[in-house]
């Protein structure tokens, strides 16, 4: 059964940065490309930023390239996003996931707020 386990969030002023995990278990990690997407109350989820297996292949939102950096470790089974100069527009819950997405393997996510 896969497991996919987001942390790393917490509540930061704008401009700073924060550094989210995502631990993968119940399926294989490496072979998969993964995602990164978030969710505002009241929207849709959108999509963040996608990594190939063995990372050669990024794509990023328009509204975060330049700012987070996806990225992965295959050999302990995470997937990371460092994101800088953080923005009160970024405030959302945090899911990672394949990519494209299993509808099956959404984790609870991890809140990420940014405010003074």
């Known amino acids: 059964q896969a497991l996919l386990v987001e942390s790393g969030g917490g509540l930061v002023q704008p401009g700073e940065s924060l550094r989210l995990s995502c631990a993968a278990s119940?399926?294989?990690?490496?072979?998969?490309?993964m995602s990164w997407h978030r969710q505002v109350p009241g929207k849709e989820r959108e999509f963040v930023a996608r990594i190939a297996v063995i990372g050669s292949l990024i794509n990023y939102a328009d509204s975060v390239k330049g700012r987070f950096t996806i990225s992965r470790d295959n050999a302990k089974n995470t997937l990371y996003l460092q994101m800088n100069n953080l923005n009160p527009e970024d405030t959302a819950v945090y899911y990672c996931?394949?990519?494209?997405?299993?509808?099956?393997?959404w984790g609870p996510g991890t809140q990420v707020t940014v405010s003074s």
């Open positions: 119940g399926f294989t990690f490496s072979r998969n490309a």
């Open positions: 996931n394949t990519s494209p997405p299993n509808s099956a393997y």
